[in-house]
């Protein structure tokens, strides 16, 4: 009998320790959605394209925004309720997919637009009829009539969808919706400019991109989609005489004003920088874009004391006609000669990405599918003077530099280019995840050092200043090694507004910065980072000090070199087109 009572208490101690796991509760992390629209609505093929100014909206008579105004001045002014469909702040904002849900079983709605603010000029509402048709998907533009002529109140323009037909590409068109302003401003520097015509499409010196992509007239509206490939680029657009149209400007709010008569970014009431607002982004594999062109409202200095008035000015933005994918799959690289004056070529695993470059010479980039590559440095007969293999990533972009190391031997050295054009705040965590700037229009200067007879160099600007600015990295250009660059935070920030400069050279030593200027190599001007001057000069325009993008600088050659060619100097690589 005590035997039996032992199985059974034995049996129910078991029972107990699989009742108290089965009762034990995971511990589970809370997870947040941040997201601001949570439904899962279906997208339709109409998407609206608000230049008018709207921010209230009813389709088929059922209010989709707040109707709510409020004082701006009060205390929660800037506080606006969501709404099922605008959930941010329950306002229309400038690009709006309409969901397929307020659509009729005809794939037929009514909406009506309405600029609702506390103080303001009125704008009449608006209403249009729009379809869902799923072989021509269709933007319609709401045009600033009040402020402009030459352009219905709505313009339809059809959309691509269909991917590009090479997948390390992407496609890009221009719609030209320009037209009179009907109130130009002026101001001590002049009357606003006339920026009605045509425009064409030149990357970041004024090369043309394409024929499709020249000279589309506002009476046109649209071209044709272009391919290209996948990059950085700094696309400009130029009026039929060569002068620049700006861009309207996000991230600064220097980059939204203007001078009236030559739209660049102003320095004072009755100056200019010369340069015109124009940003620099990555088109990603895959993505589909439109340059639109278009009255947007600008602010422009009406006194001495930084005082502005508002006033529309033909522009263009960049627009995304889908979502591109995330490039998991392609990098960027091309080669560069600081090795010797004989031409030298490049090759990835065997494919050929540039041929005979003389010394100093830049290749153009190729693009590659991700993974362990082997990279040649091929001399001008042919013969594989240098290799090297390293896994590239995708979405990174890199220079194949060919130069001599301290055995006099020919040497090859990747090196990743960041052009995604952010910086970290100082004191931030290691990723800058939360914490980091966005730019679009910036000067960026990396400094290398390859030069066979200067062990150690440090980089200045006029009379022995650092080139690293307020919130660098203070070893920027800064006793740099022959062949080894600076991987973190090795950019030197530049300023649209930065005063005339030029950089220098000098043969330091470890702990010994800057050290002796080496009076033998020929400084770099501000002006010599402007590409083509014409650009400016064709179009009757000042030049400005510096033009923006990511560049390169490096030192080659030897400074007891026998031959002119190789003696030591300084070359810039522009790492965006």
Known sequence: MKKITNKFLSLFCLVLIFTSQACKKEKVDTVLDNRALTENRLSSTVRIINLGGFNQVIANGDSLTSFIVKNPQSSDGYQYPGTSYFPVDGKLGKTWNVPQDLFNVQGDAVLKFSHKVFQGPPIPDLDLAVENDYSNPTDYFLMPSFYMTGQPEVVPVKRAVAVPSKPDHFKIRIVNLSGAIKTPGNNSSGSLEDLTGSVSLVYSNGNSVSPQTKNVSSADRSSEYIELPYGTYQFKLLMQDGRQMP??????????????????????????????????????????????????????????????????????????????????????????????????????????????????????????????????????????????????????????????????????????????????????????TFARNQYKFFFFKRFLNFSTDNPYITFTTNNGQPVAVSGNNPA?????????????????????????????????????????????????????????????????????????????????????????????????????K
């Open 476 to 576: 920027v250009g800064v006793d740099l090694e022959r062949g080894i660059p600076l991987f973190e935070s090795p950019f030197a920030t530049g300023s649209y507004n930065q005063l005339p400069f030029e950089l220098m050279v000098y043969r330091s030593k470890p702990n010994v910065v800057p050290g002796v200027w080496a009076n033998d190599i020929v400084s770099l001007k501000n002006e010599d980072f402007i590409a083509r001057k014409e650009l400016y000069t064709h179009a009757s325009r000042k030049i400005p000090v510096q033009e923006a993008g990511i560049y390169t600088i490096a030192l080659i050659g030897k400074t007891a070199a026998t031959s002119l060619a190789t003696k030591a100097k300084m070359i810039i690589v522009k790492h965006n």
């Open 247 to 432: 861009a309207l400007g996000s991230e600064l709010y220097d980059f939204k004003l203007i001078d009236p008569p030559t739209s660049t970014i102003p320095s004072g009431l009755t100056n200019t920088t010369g340069l015109t607002y124009a940003p620099i982004q990555t088109y990603q594999p895959g993505g589909i874009y439109t340059i639109l062109v278009a009255p947007q409202s600008f602010s422009y200095l009406v006194n001495d004391i930084g005082e502005t008035a508002d006033v529309y000015q033909n522009s263009f933005q960049i627009i995304n006609d889908n979502t591109a994918p995330t490039n998991n799959t392609y990098f960027r690289i091309h080669g560069a000669n600081a090795w010797d004056a004989q031409q030298i070529s490049f090759r990835v695993n065997g494919k050929v990405i540039a041929s005979n470059l003389d010394f100093g010479k830049i290749g153009e980039y190729a693009n590659f599918v991700h993974g362990n590559h082997t990279v040649e440095a091929l001399d001008a007969s042919g013969k594989v003077i240098a290799s090297t293999q390293q896994v590239m990533r995708p979405a990174q972009n890199y220079t194949a530099w060919l130069h001599t190391d301290q055995s006099g031997a020919a040497k090859l050295l990747i090196v990743a280019n960041d052009l995604s054009g952010t910086t970290a705040h100082s004191g931030s965590q290691d990723d800058a």
